[in-house]
């Protein structure tokens, strides 16, 4: 995933699992101290995440500015 994230020019990239009711990180390939560890807590919750869970496609209209 790392090797995805550096080729493609992507900023983040990571996985998210559920157990239905918070949301936690996977895998996180951030190389910098703010990597978060598997089963660190997403700072999204459940409810807003649900439908991407459940496969339906999610984005969220926040545009993300930093270095």
């Given at each position: 995933?790392?090797?995805?994230k550096e080729d493609s020019g992507?900023?983040?990239l990571?996985?998210?699992?559920?157990?239905?009711?918070?949301v936690?990180?996977?895998?996180d390939t951030d190389t910098t101290n703010n990597q978060a560890k598997i089963?660190?807590?997403?700072?999204?919750?459940?409810q807003q995440l649900?439908?991407?869970f459940q496969g339906q496609t999610y984005s969220?209209?926040?545009?993300?500015?930093?270095l």
């Open positions: 995933m790392r090797n995805l992507i900023k983040y990571y996985t998210l699992t559920t157990d239905g009711n918070q936690y990180y996977g895998v089963g660190d807590r997403f700072e999204d919750n459940y649900k439908s991407a969220s209209p926040a545009i993300d500015y930093s």
